[in-house]
């Protein structure tokens, strides 16, 4: 019997009105003990609690810990409490008992290429680590994000770094590779990898889609240099908005006189935190209402210039915030905004995000070119700086950099609501219409080779010549779940010669108009949901966006893509051998709910 039922039937029998005898209360704890001493039941609780460590991150040693044996001793004082080698020993047994699971997963029919991405880590104790993750769509159109490694790395060479990719993606039996997502820095270790794959014939067009470089680290690291050069005015609404929030009293007085100023006070000072640039961020917003308040704020406070006048930074008294403080802070949050819907968009871990990723630089882009065009002189130069920096990543000159992967670009193809069009609007943006007209037809290009490529691969399941999908059917599919669309799913009328083959799939696709969306639907758009509804009306192009969708444009999950930082494992983790490190935190990702976000919060 479960435990849960043994002690639903216990509470059951304590709220009974009915009185035991001395001989009945004894028979029923005997009957008791025997159930929860049962070994099944046992097993069961010992699994429950390894769940438990491995999900809250909690040391062994917790289950020695006064606050837990009181809880054992009152909930079931016949828990056999395990030691803690007992409770390690659980703890490798459930990660074993996972993967073995997670192996039946990706050896399941229905899992198209993956794409993997992977992440370096630090021990407290200065080991190096890396997290290799695969990302796929299933059949049913559900985004799987799995971690399939966390191993110790010798060194941070190319050639240890493509060691442990291209040996978890062995130890895994994954057959199909499309895109891999890593650091910029990384180009060395894509070096080792790309070979490997191309003899194992994993890769699609010899590995041209291969790398796609983390755009959270590039984003983070011009966000970075843009606060360095503002550092001082940061640091002083900072040490200001501590000061203010530090007691209860002075966060009153400064509320009440901001109520006089007529300043909305429901968003509250916030204090960030250093090495989270998307905190800093949320501080400076929020403290740009109260500019006024501030200083007045200093008049009613002799105290509050005093301190803030005795906190240094760079041997420098630090002082209050002055205007020019305010006026490089507002031009800074211009950026940030922008910058901070970026990341949370392509890291976003549930959601399928290769699609926004051209429409999101490209918002970042225009900001900047307004900016560069800006009177302020400041304003110019930091939005020559930024964009420079991005230029790294996004072009060089006026050519299209060689290092971005056209893949973005064709997931973007994808998205019914951009379609080329959009796509060719964007390009205009950055590169202007004769560069973006050059551009457009080599995608053009790319995109027509890919469908190729698919189209061959999918040939002894499609037949020599596809069979057009009735339209009627996926219309109503599409209409009972809220979509509005232009046109049927009917196959155009042929011209001579045309034989009618699945080239004419992509023409229909894009020979349609772009999808319209309701107000409602904008912030919900769900393109997998899209897709599968649409995949009998362009089953090599549906093949191509379930691969395509699935790729990550970054190689780290929101709640970490912000840090400043490398990602460090906590003490109890850095204590551990790498075995067991590897066993709770792959072990911890496999046991996350399926609609969680939660990422390890090293």
């Known amino acids: 019997m479960e435990i849960s039922e043994c002690l639903s039937q216990a509470i059951n029998n304590q709220d009974s009105d009915v009185e035991m005898s001395e001989e009945e209360c004894l028979k029923y704890s005997l009957e008791m003990k025997e159930r929860f001493e049962d070994v099944e039941v046992q097993k069961s609780c010992r699994m429950a609690l390894a769940k438990m460590i491995i999900l809250e991150e909690l040391p062994f040693s917790s289950i020695e810990k006064q606050g837990f044996l009181m809880f054992v001793r009152e909930t079931n004082p016949y828990f056999k409490i395990p030691t803690r080698p007992e409770l390690r020993a659980d703890c490798v047994e459930l ?37 290799v993750t695969a990302h796929c769509i299933d059949k049913e159109w559900k985004l799987h994000r799995k971690m399939i490694s966390f191993s110790q790395l010798q060194s941070h060479s190319g050639e240890d770094i493509a060691a442990v990719v291209t040996a978890a993606v062995e130890e895994w039996g994954l057959q199909k590779v499309l895109c891999c997502t890593m650091k910029s820095e990384n180009d060395a270790a894509m070096g080792h990898v790309k070979p490997v794959f191309e003899e194992r014939n994993m890769v699609v067009a010899d590995g041209k889609y291969l790398h796609v470089r983390c755009v959270a680290r590039v984003v983070s690291s011009v966000v970075c240099e843009g606060l360095a050069e503002i550092d001082v005015s940061v640091s002083r609404v900072r040490e200001a908005v501590k000061w203010i929030t530090a007691y209860a009293p002075r966060s009153d007085q400064f509320k009440d006189l901001a109520r006089l100023y007529r300043v909305d006070v429901s968003k509250d000072l916030c204090v960030d935190v250093p090495t989270k640039w998307n905190s800093t961020y949320l501080m400076l917003e929020a403290a740009l209402p109260y500019e006024r308040v501030m200083e007045g704020y200093q008049l009613l406070n002799p105290e509050f210039v005093r301190e803030m006048n005795e906190v240094q930074y760079d041997d420098l008294s630090i002082g209050v915030p002055g205007v020019e ?26 959601n399928a995000t290769a699609h926004l990723f051209v429409k999101g630089m490209c918002s970042i882009f225009s900001v900047i070119k307004r900016l560069e065009r800006h009177e302020d002189d400041a304003n110019r130069i930091l939005a020559t700086k930024m964009k420079t920096r991005l230029g790294k990543y996004w072009s060089e000159e006026t050519e299209l950099n060689p290092k971005m992967n056209k893949i973005l670009y064709i997931a973007a193809l994808l998205d019914p609501r951009q379609k080329m069009k959009h796509v060719q609007l964007c390009l205009k943006t950055v590169y202007g219409d004769n560069r973006a007209n050059e551009l457009v037809e080599e995608l053009t290009k790319s995109t027509n080779d890919l469908f190729d490529l698919y189209q061959k691969e999918m040939a002894p399941t499609l037949g020599q010549t596809s069979t057009p999908a009735p339209a009627t059917p996926t219309s109503d599919i599409l209409a009972s779940l809220g979509f509005r ?17 699945n080239g004419s799939e992509i023409t229909r696709y894009f020979a349609e108009e772009r999808y319209k969306m309701r107000a409602s639907e904008a912030s919900h758009f769900d393109i ?43 003490e109890f983790r850095s204590s551990l051998p790498p075995r067991y490190i590897e066993a709770l935190i792959c072990a911890k990702d496999w046991l996350k709910s399926s609609d969680s976000d939660d990422e390890d919060g090293e």
């Open 325 to 350: 403080d305010w006026l490089a802070i507002k031009r800074m949050c211009g950026y940030l905004r922008k910058f901070h819907q970026l990341i949370r968009l392509v890291s976003d871990a549930k």
């Open 528 to 570: 997998l949901q899209w897709w599968s509804s649409y995949g009998s009306c362009f089953p090599v192009l549906s093949a191509m966006a379930r691969d395509i969708m699935a790729v990550p444009v970054s190689s780290v999950a929101s709640k970490v893509a912000f840090n400043t930082e490398d990602r460090v494992l906590s």
């Open 485 to 501: 669309r232009k046109g049927s799913c009917r196959l155009p009328v042929l011209d001579d010669g045309d034989d009618g083959s």
């Open 95 to 131: 990660f074993l008992q996972q993967k073995t699971q997670m192996r039946d997963f990706f050896n399941s029919r229905g899992v198209g290429r993956v794409s993997i991405a992977a992440e370096c880590w630090t021990s407290m104790e200065g080991l190096d680590f890396i997290s």
